[in-house]
T-cell receptor
Framework: DADVTQTPRNRITKTGKRIMLECSQTKGHDRMYWYRQDPGLGLQLIYYSFDVKDINKGEISDGYSVSRQAQAKFSLSLESAIPNQTALYFCATSEGAQETQYFGPGTRLLVL | QKEVEQDPGPLSVPEGAIVSLNCTYS??????FMWYRQYSRKGPELLMYTYSSGNKEDGRFTAQVDKSSKYISLFIRDSQPSDSATYLC??????????FGTGTKLQVIP
């Protein structure tokens, strides 16, 4: 079984809808991240959490919110989806001083 | 200026060629340098990790860091079609979020 799982894997939604992307991990890591990936822009950090009580904004947090329900679960919400949030979203965990990242399989989101 | 800059490519080479992938970074406090490989429709996976300056070799892959010039390199010897992927470099200070380059897409042609 995968150590970092994301649901759903694909999602099509309409402008203005609220959606939630979920991430679960069995690696036992405290640190978790949400990134989005767009062609030519690489991985951009949306939010990150170093433990259950710690939530931090990343480079592009506007329009997004997160919830860290437990050490193993970190959810990303789009309160009112817009077309330019169409992207590939990755959840990751990390360990060590070097912050080695372990990524989930990604969620492809299309906002019409 | 982004903290980590990477040529996005794409880079196309014949099978067996030596590939050189490069990044530059601006934060002199960065101590940890990593390369991730991302196949199409997959999440990135750690390929190589280097602490501070120097070289690290793993099979056909060599990671090199030159802190004096803030330059990060990944060399692939005897490149194979299975090496076709996007390669992302990252840098960080330790126990803090890392910064990713934009990724270089590599195609190795049989």
């Amino acid at each position: 079984d995968a150590d970092v799982t994301q649901t759903p894997r694909n999602r099509i939604t309409k402008t203005g809808k609220r959606i939630m992307l979920e991430c679960s991990q069995t690696k036992g890591h405290d640190r978790m991240y949400w990134y989005r990936q767009d062609p030519g822009l690489g991985l951009q950090l949306i939010y990150y959490s170093f433990d259950v009580k710690d939530i931090n904004k990343g480079e592009i947090s506007d329009g997004y919110s997160v919830s860290r329900q437990a050490q193993a679960k970190f959810s990303l919400s789009l309160e009112s989806a817009i077309p330019n949030q169409t992207a590939l979203y990755f959840c990751a965990t990390s360990e060590g001083a070097q912050e080695t990242q372990y990524f989930g399989p990604g969620t492809r989101l299309l906002v019409l | 200026q982004k903290e980590v800059e990477q040529d996005p490519g794409p880079l196309s080479v014949p099978e067996g060629a030596i590939v050189s992938l490069n990044c530059t970074y601006s934060n002199s406090a960065f101590q940890y340098f990593m390369w991730y490989r991302q196949y199409s429709r997959k999440g990135p996976e750690l390929l190589m990790y280097t602490y501070s300056s120097g070289n690290k070799e793993d099979g056909r892959f060599t990671a090199q860091v030159d802190k004096s010039s803030k330059y990060i390199s990944l060399f692939i010897r005897d490149s194979q079609p299975s090496d076709s992927a996007t390669y992302l470099c990252t840098s960080g200070r330790g126990y803090q979020k890392v910064t990713f380059g934009t990724g270089t897409k590599l195609q190795v042609i049989p």
